[in-house]
Nanobody, 118 residues
Framework: QVQLVESGGGLVQPGGSLRLSCAAS????????MSWYRQTPGKEREWLAS????????IYADSVKGRFTISTDDAENTVYLQMNTLKPEDTAVYYC???????????WGQGTQVTVSS
């Protein structure tokens, strides 16, 4: 059974940092595009960053470039999102997404809430 389990969300003050984790299971973690998205009520889900496991390609949305860092621990089948200099507008539910290369399938996590507020 495929699972993507996010953790690490919570309440943080503006300017603070959080690290989100996404533990993957039930599929091969090799050559998978792992991504982070976020969504606020009434808005479309926003893509933030992607990393291709094994290959290592990384890309970021302009909205988070320079503040967020995506990384993986391939041995632990885990993808991370380090978020620094957080702003109130970063408040959202953050989702982990997996799309194996060469397969017509994709997986989503259940989401983790991040709230940036003083």
């Amino acid at each position: 059974q495929v699972q993507l389990v996010e953790s690490g969300g919570g309440l943080v003050q503006p300017g603070g940092s959080l690290r989100l984790s996404c533990a993957a299971s039930g599929f091969t973690f090799s050559r998978v595009v792992m991504s982070w998205y976020r969504q606020t009520p009434g808005k479309e889900r926003e893509w933030l960053a992607s990393i291709t496991t094994t290959v290592g390609n990384i890309i970021y949305a302009d909205s988070v470039k320079g503040r967020f860092t995506i990384s993986t621990d391939d041995a632990e089948n885990t993808v991370y999102l380090q978020m620094n200099t957080l702003k109130p507008e970063d408040t959202a539910v953050y989702y982990c997404h997996a799309e194996p290369l060469f397969l017509s399938t994709e997986y989503w996590g259940q989401g983790t809430q991040v709230t940036v507020s003083s």
